[in-house]
């Protein structure tokens, strides 16, 4: 996406982070929030907490099998696990930085709905951990993520967080979006209970999506100040794939 980039634009500093680059990512942009050292965050295909997404992906068999060979049953690997999380992941994580009170920068987080490496309720947590909103044109409603055009501010008014042409305003309470992309059929290939998945591409698809450069692109250009409503796009409908028109990685 380079070449969309405008060259004339102002000097700006974006981090981009893509699964466990989003995981730690988040937390090391807010910790640097401050600083000055960078104007906006972009978030594809992650989430958080460790614990939930490594035992949901479609590669944990092999740490499953590496982790045996130590502890007696699985049981042991959860617990493990979730000891993981308490001492290492918590205070790493964007989810126990931002609950603490770390301030963050403006953020966009992408997700590609029906991924077997990185389960969407992770991105759902890592999107209420910021105060995340989404598009009412967004492919789903999410608990906890409003998805209307304005918000209420501290004081209790109403203040716009998108225009009609999908910039978003600047004085947000959150200044995080999140747009998802719905891959139909690799949603319904994934189990509703905690069992090994079967692999797909939608974690590398996702960020090669045309609207989602489009989207990076505008944010990149803006400075990290604007957030493209691409789900209203193809007549509402770019957002969602459906059988004919799977994964181009496939």
Known sequence: ISSLVTEDAPLRHIFHGISQGGILGSAYTSLISQTGMIDGAILTSTGTPFSLI????????????????????????????????????????????????????????????????????????????????TYPSNPREIFGIPSNLTMSSDSGADIPIADGN?????????????????YERETKDLPNTNVVVTPNYIHQCTRHERIIEEQMVEFINSGGMSFLDICKMERGKACVKDEMEPCSLY
């Open 54 to 133: 490594i035992s949901r992906s479609v590669i944990f068999p092999a740490y499953q099998r590496l982790l045996r060979m130590s502890l007696y049953h699985n049981r042991h690997v959860r617990i493990f696990i979730s000891f993981l999380q308490m001492g290492v992941y918590d205070s790493v994580e964007v989810g126990g930085l931002l609950e603490a009170g770390q301030p963050t920068v403006n953020t966009l987080i992408q997700m590609g709905l029906g991924d077997a490496t990185l389960t969407s309720l992770s991105t759902e947590m890592m999107a209420r951990a910021y105060q995340a909103w």
């Open 166 to 182: 999908g910039n978003a305003s600047t004085n947000t309470n959150t200044n995080t979006c999140l747009t998802e992309v719905l």
